[in-house]
């Protein structure tokens, strides 16, 4: 279970795990193109991955998934510290994301890791029910790779 380095030759089974975990899939071909994408800092498990985009001093978690049978076993930590600890490596000085204002578990995982909150986006997702949820923007600050 334990994460390691992912590809673009690993997107199309990062693509049916992201399918697993949210109510708008993104393609192997979307995903192979971001893997490849300047920045893409990727790490998966057999049960889940993380995607990074880590440019200058700012990184920017893509997308987090795990799958809905393996939650709660410390996977999603592990995903996001082998994420954090790249993006680190990468010389950037702040990770952000986006996650929906109803998601509990992952607003859980990032206040754990030392995540704020910096921002909301009013009605930026929409559901398949048409119901629309705010966006908070969640922001961590890294140590520089030395200290
Ligand atoms: C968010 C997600 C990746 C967490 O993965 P996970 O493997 O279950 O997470 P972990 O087992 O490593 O949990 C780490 C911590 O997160 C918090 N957490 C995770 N799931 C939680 C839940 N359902 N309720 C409350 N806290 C939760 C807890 O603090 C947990 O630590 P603990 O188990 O010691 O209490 C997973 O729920 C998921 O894939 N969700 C759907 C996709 C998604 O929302 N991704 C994030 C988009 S920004």
């Known amino acids: 279970m334990t994460p390691t380095p992912a590809g673009p030759e ?23 193109g971001m893997l490849d994408g300047e920045g893409a800092l990727a790490f998966a498990a057999e049960a889940g991955f993380i995607l990074l985009r880590s440019v200058g001093p700012e990184a920017e978690i893509l997308t987090l998934a795990v799958a ?9 930590r592990a995903l996001l510290d082998a994420g954090l600890s790249a993006a680190r490596q990468h010389g ?3 990770v952000f994301l986006e996650v929906a204002a109803d998601n509990a578990p992952a607003a859980a995982l990032y206040a754990a890791s030392g ?14 029910g048409g119901s ?3 966006a ?3 922001r961590l600050r890294l140590p520089s790779p030395a200290a």
């Open 92 to 94: 950037a000085e702040a």
């Open 115 to 128: 995540f704020t909150a910096v921002g909301v986006r009013r009605g930026y997702y929409l559901r398949a």
């Open 132 to 134: 629309a949820v705010d």
């Open 136 to 138: 908070v923007t969640l």
């Open 10 to 32: 690993d997107a199309p089974r990062l693509a049916a795990l992201h399918a697993r975990s949210f109510e708008r899939p993104w393609s192997a071909e979307d995903l192979a």
């Open 68 to 76: 809905p049978e393996l939650r709660r076993q410390g996977l999603g």
